[in-house]
C-alpha cells in the first residue's frame, strides 16, 4: 500500500522527491503519514478535499481486499519563526 500510495501523489505534484510515506501502527490500523513539500500540499488536498478523499477511498478500498485497515494523514512539519 505504501508504493501505491508513493506512485499516486508522485504522479500529482511539483517536487516528487520531497514525497515521503511512512506508516505508522496504532490500535491495530495502518496510519500512513504523508510529508511532502508545501507547495504540493494544495494539489494533494484539492478542491474541497475532493483529491485527498479519492485517495483516502482507494486506499481503503486496496486495505479491505486484504484484510487490512488504513488510513491516511498529511503530516505539516512545524517550520520555526524567523
Do not use: W
Amino acid at each position: 500500500m505504501q508504493a501505491f500510495l508513493e506512485h499516486v501523489v508522485k504522479g500529482l505534484v511539483r517536487h516528487p522527491d520531497a514525497v515521503k510515506v511512512s506508516p505508522v501502527e496504532r490500535d491495530g490500523t495502518t496510519i500512513y503519514e504523508l510529508r511532502l513539500h508545501t507547495e504540493d500540499v494544495g494539489k494533494v488536498i484539492g478542491r474541497q478535499g475532493m483529491t485527498i478523499n479519492a485517495i483516502r477511498s482507494l486506499l481503503l478500498a486496496g486495505s479491505a481486499k486484504r484484510g487490512l485497515r488504513c488510513s491516511l494523514e498529511i503530516v505539516e512539519d512545524a517550520v520555526a519563526a524567523r
